[in-house]
C-alpha cells in the first residue's frame, strides 16, 4: 500500500504534466470571414478563419469538415530581406528566418521537433514533430508567398494542404498539390484529426485533475480511457502510446500496485526507445524514480532520478550554446529548464526523506535558479520551491528558516489558489515541521487552518493519508497535556481530523464507487462536469489575476487586472452556484466525493446513556484512540504503529486455519495484551458502558472485536475468558458519517417483507479460486466466467440459506439458490421491500485492488463471456451503491478478510460495507473468515430469535457466548468470525432507537 511521503505533497501533480506551462491554447473560434482552401488528407473540406491580431501579423485558425475544434494555425509575417531567386540559395536564408519567429518559439513550447527538411525541390520546409502531451503526431511548416513567411502547424493530416492554403491566403495560385509532406510523415499519422488529440487532451486533464487531487484511481481510469483511445487511432505500437502508458504506470505504482505498474513502465520503455525524442524517455526514468519511491527504495529512487537529472541537464546545456536567436531553440530551452526543475523538484524531496540536507539544498537551490531566469513558467511552481527549501532546512534542523519559506508558500498559494487544497498541503507540511521541531502550539494552528481550508474544500483530494494527519494528532495531545483546560476543545478537533482519512482500499473504493453513480446517471454527470469546468475556469482567472499583479509597477496594467476581478468574481459566483446545485440535487454522490467531518458533539447528540464509540487510527510508528461517550470524549495515545498491529492480527487469526486437521489453539494472552494497548487508557470507562461501537483502521478492520480478552486468562480456557462480548454488546462501523448516517435511519418505515436471500451459486473450483480472482487485472471489462466457476462451491450454504429463511417465514421465491443466483436476479428483484438481505457466497475482499477492481459478492458466472459487466456474475460495490435498500440487516455469510491475497481484506469489507450503506442498508452481519454452517445456523438461531429484542449487537454477542461456552464451539473459530457491522440497532417505525427497539426482525420466541 502507497504510504504518504510528505516530501511527495509538493509532486502531487507533477507525475503527470511534464510539459506544464508551456502549452499554448488554442485560440478562440472567432468571427470573421473564412476563406475556403481546400481538403486535408481525410478528403474534409478545410477552411482558414482570421484570428484578430497586432501588428504585422497575420494568424488564421484552421478547421476542417464539422469540427468545432481548429486542427491547425497559420501564421503570417513580413519577411526581413527578400530572398534570392535562386532555391538553393534561399533556402539556408529560409530556414535561419523560419527559425526566428514567434511561431517557431509557440511550436517548440508544445511539441518536440526534428531538425526541418526540405520537400521536394522548392521552398517548403517540414518540421515532424510530436505533442509535448501525449506525443501525438503534429507537424509544422514553412515556405514564403508573395514577400511573406508562412508558417503553420496542425495534426498531419493538414500537411500536403499547408502550401496550398498559404498560396490562397497570400493571393497567388496554389502549387501543385501532391503527396510529399504525407509521404513524410507516413500515412498512419494522418489517419487523426484535432478532435481525436482533442478527446484524448480532455481524458488526460482529467488525469492530470485526478492526479493533482490525490485521486489516483480517477486518475488511472482518465489514463486507461485515453489510452483507448490513442492506441486505437495510432495503433497499440506507436512510440506515442509509450507516453500515455508512462502516465497511467505512475497511477498504479501511486496506489501501491508495485508489480503490476512494473509492467506497465516495461511496456512504455519499449515504445519510448524508438522514439527521437530523448526528452520523453528522460520523462520515463523520472516517472521510474518516483515508483522506487513509492516502493520506499530510497536510494533506488536517488540514483535513478539523478540519471534523469543528468541526460535533462545535457539537453538544457546543449540548447544554451545557441546564439539566442533561434526562437525554436529558446521555447525547446524553456521545455529543458522546464523538466530540469521536476527534477531537481524530485531529487530534493528524496533527499528530505533520507535526511541528507546538503542533497536536498543543492537540488532545491538548483530548482530555484532555473525558476527565476526563465521567463513564462507557471507561477504556482514558485510555492512548490519555496516549500521544498523550507523542508531542506528543516532537514538540517532548522526550524524556524523552514518555517518561514514554508509560510512563504502557503501565502503564494493563497495568492494564486486561494484556499483549495495546493494551500491546504502546504499547511499541513508547515503542521508538521512545526511539530517535529518541538512548537506544537504552533503546529496545531496550522493545522486547524488546513483543516477550515479542506472542510470548504470544492475539489478535494480523495486520498488523504493518515500520516500527514498523525503529526497533528501528537503534538495536540501535547499541547492537551500542557493545558488541561483546552484538552476538551482538542480532542474534539483531533476527532474530527481523524475524519479527513482516506486511503487504502476504503478510499479506492469509495472513489470507483463515486465514479459509477455519475457514469450511471446522465444528469449527475452533467452537473459534476459542469461544476468541475466552473472551478477550473475560476482557477485559470485567479491564476492570470496572480500573474498579472506580480508583475513590475512599471508592466502592470490596471484596465487588465480589473477585467480580470470582474472575471473572477463571476467565475467564482458560477462554481458556488453548481456546487450548491450538486449538493442539493444529487447529495448521495456529494457525500461520496466531499468531506463529510461530524463533530463530536454530533456524536454524541444521538449516543444514549451506557453507549460508547472506540476509534483507531492506525499511524506508521504510533497510533492513537478516541472514546466518545453522550456525555465525554477522550483522546490518547495507542502504544502500538500500523505494522505491529497488523503482526498482532496475524498472530491472533493463524487460530484460524486448521494444521493437519485440528485447530491451532487461539492464543488469549495475546489477545489481552493488545486489549490492553489498545484500551488501557480508558478501561475503566468502558466499564460503564454496555454497547461499544468500534471504528477501527488498518489491520484492526480485519480483526473482529469480540475476540479481545478484557483481563488474564488461562491457556485455552474459552469458556471462562473475559472475553469483551461478554460484557458489552458490540458492532463496528466503517466510518463517523456512516455510523451517524445509519442512527439517523432509526425513524424511516420498514419494509414490508421479512426475508430474501441467494446462496450456494454453482462454483466447481478449488480453495485458491478466490486467491486468483483477487489477483486479476480488471479494467473495466468483465469477470471471465470460467475465473467464478474456479471458486470452491458452497453446497451447504443452501441448507443454510433454508433453515435461517424458516424463522421468517420465508417461501421458496425468496430463496435464491445455485444458478439462479445472477446479477439480474439481485439487480430485478424489489430489494427495497425487505427488512433482511442475505448473501451466502464468497466474497471477493482482497488486500489490494488491482487494476480498477472493487470488492464485491461472487454470484452465479453467465454460460459464456458478458458483453458488458451488466450481466458478468461480480456484484461490485459499485453496483451494491446503485441498488435501492431498505433492509435493517444485511447478512454477509461466508466471506473472508484474510483476503485471498497474502494480504488482510478488512478494508475491502469496510469499502463495500459503505456501499451498502449507501444504498440503504443500516446494518451488516459479516462474517471474517467462513464457518462450517452447523455453528452458523446455530448463531443465527439465537441471533435471531435472541433476547436483544431490536437490539441485533447485543444478541449477536448473546448468541456467541453461548457457543463459547460449549466444549464444541468454544473455540472462537466458530462464532468469532461474526461481527455486526452498522449501529446495531434494527428499527421498527418511528420510536426505534438503543433503548426503545422492541421488535426483533423475525417473529420467533427466544
Given amino acids: 500500500m502507497r504510504r504518504s511521503l510528505p516530501a511527495l505533497a509538493l509532486l502531487a501533480a507533477l507525475g503527470a504534466c511534464a510539459a506544464d506551462g508551456t502549452r499554448v491554447p488554442s485560440s ?46 497559420i ?54 514533430c510530436q505533442l509535448r502531451e501525449g506525443a501525438w503526431p503534429h507537424l509544422g511548416v514553412s515556405t514564403v508567398q508573395a514577400g511573406r513567411l508562412y508558417q503553420g502547424d496542425g495534426v498531419p493530416a493538414l500537411g500536403d494542404l499547408f502550401p496550398q492554403a498559404m498560396a490562397r491566403l497570400a493571393g497567388v495560385a496554389p502549387p501543385p498539390s501532391g503527396e510529399g509532406i504525407t509521404a513524410a510523415v507516413g500515412k498512419q499519422a494522418v489517419s487523426f484529426g484535432r478532435g481525436d488529440v482533442k478527446r484524448y487532451q480532455s481524458l488526460t486533464e482529467q488525469g492530470r485533475l485526478g492526479n493533482s487531487l490525490e485521486n489516483f484511481a480517477a486518475a488511472e481510469t482518465a489514463y486507461r480511457r485515453a489510452l483507448e483511445v490513442q492506441s486505437r487511432v495510432l495503433g497499440a505500437d506507436s512510440p506515442a502510446v509509450g507516453d500515455t502508458l508512462m502516465n497511467l504506470a505512475l497511477e498504479v505504482s501511486n496506489q501501491g500496485r508495485l508489480e503490476e505498474a512494473d509492467g506497465l513502465f516495461r511496456r512504455a520503455d519499449a515504445l519510448l526507445q524508438r522514439s527521437f525524442d530523448r526528452a520523453l524517455r528522460a520523462r520515463l526514468t523520472s516517472y521510474r524514480a518516483f515508483h522506487a519511491l513509492n516502493a520506499g527504495d530510497l536510494k533506488r529512487a536517488l540514483a535513478t532520478a539523478q540519471e534523469a537529472s543528468a541526460v535533462r541537464r545535457a539537453l538544457m546545456q546543449e540548447l544554451e550554446g545557441d546564439d539566442g536567436l533561434n526562437r525554436m531553440v529558446l521555447g525547446n530551452l524553456t521545455a529543458a529548464r522546464a523538466d530540469l526543475i521536476h527534477s531537481m523538484i524530485l531529487e530534493g524531496s528524496i533527499g528530505v526523506k533520507l535526511r541528507q540536507a546538503d542533497l536536498a539544498e543543492a537540488a532545491a537551490a538548483e530548482a530555484q535558479r532555473l525558476f527565476d531566469r526563465t521567463p513564462g513558467l507557471p507561477a504556482w511552481w514558485q510555492g512548490r520551491i519555496l516549500a521544498l527549501r523550507g523542508l531542506a532546512r528543516a532537514t538540517r534542523g532548522d526550524t524556524d528558516g523552514a518555517v518561514r519559506l514554508l509560510t512563504a508558500a502557503v501565502e503564494a498559494n493563497r495568492h494564486l489558489f486561494g484556499g483549495g487544497w495546493p494551500t491546504a498541503s502546504l499547511l499541513l507540511e508547515r503542521g508538521r515541521v512545526e511539530a517535529e521541531g518541538n512548537r506544537p502550539v504552533d503546529a496545531v494552528a496550522s493545522f486547524r487552518q488546513a483543516f477550515a481550508m479542506l472542510g470548504a474544500a470544492d475539489q478535494p483530494p480523495a486520498q488523504l493519508p493518515l500520516d500527514r494527519i498523525a503529526p497533528f494528532l501528537r503534538a ?46 446522465p444528469a449527475v454527470a452533467d452537473l459534476v462536469r459542469r461544476q468541475q469546468d466552473a472551478v477550473r475556469a475560476r482557477d ?120 493437519a486437521g485440528r485447530l491451532p489453539p487461539f492464543d488469549l494472552g495475546q489477545a489481552h495484551d493488545l486489549y490492553t494497548r489498545l484500551a488501557g487508557p480508558v478501561a475503566d470507562d468502558l466499564r460503564g458502558l454496555k454497547r461499544l461501537v468500534f471504528i477501527p483502521g488498518g489491520a484492526l478492520l480485519s480483526l473482529p472485536p469480540a475476540l479481545l480478552v478484557t483481563a488474564p486468562a488461562a491457556a485455552g480456557d474459552y469458556a471462562g475468558a473475559a ?146 459487466t451488466a450481466d458478468d456474475g461480480l456484484l461490485t460495490a459499485s453496483d451494491v451503491a446503485l441498488l435501492r435498500l431498505n433492509a435493517d440487516l444485511v447478512v454477509l455469510s461466508a466471506c473472508n478478510t484474510a483476503g485471498g491475497d497474502g494480504r488482510f481484506g478488512g478494508e475491502s469489507l469496510s469499502g463495500l460495507a459503505e456501499s451498502f450503506f449507501f444504498a440503504g442498508a443500516r446494518n451488516l452481519l459479516v462474517t471474517h473468515w467462513q464457518v462450517p454452517s452447523q455453528p452458523t445456523v446455530a448463531l443465527m438461531t439465537r441471533l435471531f430469535a435472541g433476547s436483544g429484542g431490536g437490539d441485533v449487537a447485543a444478541s449477536l454477542s448473546a448468541a456467541q457466548m453461548v457457543l463459547a461456552a460449549r466444549p464444541a464451539t468454544g473455540h472462537p473459530f466458530y462464532w468469532g468470525a461474526f461481527t455486526v457491522v452498522g449501529d446495531g440497532i434494527l428499527s421498527r417505525g418511528q420510536s426505534a432507537g438503543p433503548v426503545a427497539a422492541a421488535a426483533s426482525l423475525s417473529q420467533v420466541s427466544p
Fill in 28 to 73: 478562440a473560434r472567432p468571427a470573421g470571414q473564412p476563406v475556403e482552401i481546400g481538403s486535408d488528407a481525410a478528403g474534409e473540406q478545410c477552411r482558414a478563419v482570421p484570428v484578430p491580431v497586432k501588428g504585422d501579423l497575420t494568424l488564421h485558425d484552421v478547421y476542417c469538415g464539422a469540427s468545432e475544434e481548429p486542427s491547425g494555425q
Fill in 75 to 128: 501564421w503570417s509575417v513580413p519577411l526581413v530581406q527578400p530572398l534570392p531567386a535562386d532555391a538553393a540559395a534561399a533556402r539556408p536564408q529560409l530556414l535561419q528566418a523560419a527559425q526566428r519567429t514567434d511561431w517557431a518559439n509557440q511550436l517548440a513550447r508544445k511539441a518536440a521537433c526534428q531538425d526541418p527538411a526540405w520537400v521536394g525541390e522548392g521552398l517548403v520546409l517540414l518540421a515532424s
Fill in 476 to 521: 495536540g495531545l501535547a499541547v492537551a497535556e500542557r493545558m488541561p483546560d483546552q484538552a476538551p476543545a482538542l480532542y474534539a478537533d483531533l476527532f474530527a481530523a481523524t475524519q479527513f482519512v482516506r486511503e487504502g482500499a476504503v478510499g479506492q473504493t469509495i472513489s470507483r464507487a463515486s465514479a459509477r453513480f455519475a457514469a450511471d446517471d
Fill in 540 to 659: 485559470r482567472v485567479r491564476l492570470d489575476l496572480a500573474v498579472e499583479t506580480a508583475k513590475p509597477d512599471a508592466s502592470r496594467n490596471p484596465a487588465r487586472e480589473q477585467e480580470l476581478r470582474t472575471r473572477l468574481e463571476g467565475a467564482s459566483r458560477q462554481a458556488a452556484t453548481l456546487e450548491r446545485d450538486l449538493q442539493a440535487a444529487f447529495p448521495g454522490y456529494a457525500r461520496l466525493t466531499r468531506f463529510t467531518v461530524a463533530g463530536a458533539a454530533d456524536l454524541q447528540a444521538v449516543l444514549e446513556p451506557g453507549e460508547g464509540v472506540l476509534l483507531f487510527a492506525l499511524a506508521a510508528d504510533q497510533s492513537y484512540g478516541f472514546l466518545v461517550t453522550r456525555d465525554h470524549i477522550r483522546a490518547y495515545a495507542v502504544r502500538l504503529g500500523r505494522d505491529e498491529a497488523a503482526r498482532r492480527v496475524q498472530m491472533l487469526r493463524a487460530a484460524f486455519i486448521p494444521v
Fill in 723 to 868: 472475553w469483551l462480548a461478554r460484557d458489552h454488546a458490540l458492532a463496528m462501523a466503517p466510518s463517523v458519517p456512516a455510523f451517524l448516517s445509519m442512527r439517523r435511519l432509526a425513524g424511516r418505515a420498514p419494509a414490508p417483507r421479512a426475508f430474501i436471500g441467494f446462496a450456494a451459486p454453482p462454483f466447481q473450483g478449488k480453495a485458491d479460486g478466490l486467491s486468483l480472482l483477487g489477483r486479476e487485472c480488471r479494467t473495466g471489462a468483465p469477470v471471465d466466467p470460467a475465473m467464478l466457476r474456479a471458486l470452491a462451491p458452497l453446497p451447504e450454504t443452501a441448507d443454510e440459506l433454508r433453515q435461517v429463511g424458516q424463522q421468517f417465514g420465508a417461501g421458496p421465491d425468496a430463496l435464491i439458490t445455485g444458478a439462479a443466483v445472477t446479477k439480474a436476479a439481485v439487480r430485478d428483484r424489489p430489494l427495497a421491500d425487505y427488512r433482511v438481505l442475505y448473501f451466502a457466497t464468497h466474497g471477493l475482499l482482497p488486500g489490494e485492488l488491482r487494476c480498477q477492481s472493487e470488492p464485491g459478492l461472487a454470484l452465479a458466472p453467465p454460460a459464456s463471456m458478458p458483453a458488458s
